[in-house]
């Protein structure tokens, strides 16, 4: 075997094929399963954290769509500072760092998700509601200094998500915030 066959059979191994293609999915209407149990997840340890820290409690506040309150964020500059930043910085023990480092571990493991596949519209969309609605939900957690962390991730996954789709043809914005909303509505998040 040559390095580049070798390193095909390890690529596919490890992380699956890299030049498939997503299977053609249906209309995106709803959330997927994988994101509705993240955010089921998270809010258990909200509440976890809740209790170990007592006196900062902080759940989700609710806020206008993350995409709206854009206003005069350098969007670029948070897109590299979301791929520059570390998973497990100096952590100090805190209801907020634990959390924050959480909520990256994830946003980073979406990313990675992304970059591995080719996306055929559908299966575009579907990612794309999924981020909006993971995002929207993470955004409503952190606190105000965090925001910009959050939305630069969302964008960091937007455009790996474009530069991997064949067809990248979003979704109506006001569809996305409704199936986002009525899904947390369900979830009673």
Do not use: W
């Not at 699956?16 to 209309?27: A, D, I, Y």
């Not at 806020?63 to 100096?90: H, P, T, V, W, Y």
């Not at 023990?93 to 591995?116: A, D, H, P, T, Y």
């Amino acid at each position: 075997l040559n390095d580049t066959a070798t390193t095909e059979i390890y690529t596919e191994q490890i992380v699956g094929s890299v030049r498939c293609v997503q299977e053609t999915v249906p209309v995106p209407s709803i959330i997927s399963n994988e994101i509705e149990e993240v955010a089921s997840r998270i809010k258990k340890i909200l509440f976890e954290l809740g209790m170990m820290f007592p006196d900062s409690k902080r759940g989700i506040t609710r806020k206008a769509s993350f995409k709206k309150s854009g206003g005069g964020m350098n969007l670029d500059m948070e897109r590299i500072l979301s791929r520059k930043s570390q998973l497990f910085e100096k952590v100090n023990i805190s209801r907020n760092q634990l959390l924050l480092s959480l909520l990256k571990g994830i946003l980073k493991l979406f990313v990675e998700k992304v970059r591995r596949i080719r996306y055929e519209q559908n299966g575009f969309q579907q990612l794309e509601l999924d981020a909006y609605f993971l995002v929207q939900l993470f955004y409503e957690i952190v606190y105000i200094d965090d925001e910009s962390m959050v939305i630069g991730f969302f964008f960091e996954i937007m455009e790996n998500l474009s530069g991997r789709a064949i067809d990248p043809v979003h979704m109506d914005q006001n569809k996305v915030e409704s199936i986002s909303s009525q899904k947390r509505q369900q979830l009673r998040i």
